[in-house]
């Protein structure tokens, strides 16, 4: 090991291991907690550390407390306002806005009218267009906005239907993947895309061009899989309508939602300026409570948390990730891309790769295209990943969503994802 490696170093990758190892033991924990007697500390304690959005908060949290012990209470405050904590910010500002009620009703009538000219049965033309419209539909709102909208819209239609142990995987894997593949046709609405566009000049015509038609022919194929391997359920499936027993959304109120939500990802980048826009926007719903439902603010705070614990522990992963990166060629790095964008966001990754400046065109492309494709594999791989968990995690159980299965699930798309994004 080089000498150059610190011991906060050392002990970041530590406490990242261990958070990874912590994800796909959530289960594990939340069976210890039905060991202990209702609404006792036991319980309690254990249902917290099943919680996916607590782990690596939680890890972080050690790190910083080792590097008080290590280094002083100075160096620990110093490293973490070193941090650059904009992205869980905007995710926790565009989780609460786009999950409200108007923005969630707007986005389904447009999939419905939509579904409407296919001529599949039953909820297949539902499934089919929420699936590739939504994931697509993050390219311009972004990733975020898009899995909290398909997320939701999915729990309404589908979740709360009888559906069986492996549709429900395989709809949050294929979920996944699509949402991370689906925001590269512009170079502002993917998190690892983002990191590089301003450093490598890749603009809107570069997107298109080299990965936004890809995208679209993989979530379309994978979709399209995923919907004729479950083509008998998934007809069978009575899709719930609009509850009509509701005042309706007059046209401002949407149109209004609307703005506020262009606001924030226009200052996607401006931390104080979309937190202010977010005030105003939470006086509107105050204004027009009528027409929400309740915001989900818990639900986005779990999220922005898990996220800054992600920050906090890959910003002392370079040590080892940045060799590897200058290592490979560009097969093998599109390949280490995706295996290693499970294990580690792939927001971080492409970073690193940014800071390198003997890539080549192909490995820059290899890397970024790798990490957006494996980016479906874990809960961790990709920023808007612990959203789409948080919303649906309840639908699997009392020990909610297993790591292992949602591995599982997500490397059919996975693999064609792959396979169109290096073969095309």
């Excluded at 590097?67 to 209470?73: E, Q």
């Excluded at 800054?308 to 990730?321: P, T, Y």
């Excluded at 494996?374 to 789409?388: D, M």
């Amino acid at each position: 090991m080089s000498a150059e490696v610190s011991s906060i170093e050392i002990a970041a990758t530590v406490c990242f291991a261990i958070g990874i190892l912590h994800t796909f033991s959530v289960n594990l924990f939340q069976s210890l907690a039905h060991k202990y007697p209702e609404g006792s500390v036991g319980e309690n304690f254990f249902h917290l550390l099943g919680e996916v959005e607590v782990v690596f908060g939680l890890w972080a949290a050690v790190l910083l407390a080792y590097i008080g012990l290590d280094s002083g209470a100075a160096k620990s405050l110093e490293y973490l306002e070193s941090r650059n904590f904009t992205e869980p910010a905007f995710v926790f500002v565009i989780m609460a806005i786009s999950g409200t009620r108007p923005i969630l009703l707007l986005a389904t009538s447009t999939i419905e009218r939509l579904a409407s000219f296919l001529p599949l049965p039953g909820a297949l033309s539902f499934f089919v267009t929420c699936l590739v419209v939504g994931p697509l539909m993050g390219s311009f709102i972004t990733e975020p906005a898009s899995m909290t909208v398909t997320a939701l819209i999915l729990l309404q239609r589908f979740y709360s239907a009888p559906l069986s142990n492996p549709l429900k995987y395989a709809i949050i894997g294929l979920l996944f993947v699509n949402i991370s593949i689906g925001g590269t046709l512009t170079p502002f609405a993917a998190p690892p895309v983002l990191m590089v566009a301003g450093v490598w000049s890749w603009d809107l015509e570069f997107m298109l061009k080299n990965f936004g038609w890809k995208a679209v022919i993989a979530v379309f194929l994978a979709t399209v899989v995923v919907a004729v391997r479950f083509r008998h359920e998934l007809s069978r499936l009575t899709v719930p309508k609009q509850r009509t027993d509701r005042l309706a959304i007059p046209i401002w109120v949407s149109l209004a939602h609307l703005g506020f939500l262009g606001a924030v990802v226009v200052l996607a980048h401006h931390p104080l300026a979309f937190a202010g826009v977010f005030l105003f926007f939470l006086g509107l719903a105050k204004v027009t409570q009528e027409y929400q439902d309740e915001l989900r603010i818990k639900e986005a705070l779990l999220v922005a948390f898990f996220l800054g614990g992600l920050v906090l522990l890959g910003g002392l992963q370079r040590w080892w990730l940045e060799p590897i990166l200058t290592r490979l060629d560009a097969a093998s790095l599109y390949l280490g891309a995706i295996g290693l964008t499970a294990f580690t966001d792939n927001a971080a990754l492409t970073y690193l790769g940014s800071q390198v400046p003997t890539l080549s065109e192909a490995s820059k492309y290899a890397l970024v295209a790798g990490s957006v494709v494996g980016g479906g594999l874990t809960v961790i791989a990709n920023a808007p990943n612990p959203a789409g968990f948080g919303i649906l995690n309840s639908s699997f159980g009392t020990e909610g969503i297993s790591p292992l299965l949602l591995l599982k699930s997500a490397l059919l798309p996975t693999l064609i994802a792959a396979v169109c994004f290096w073969f095309l």
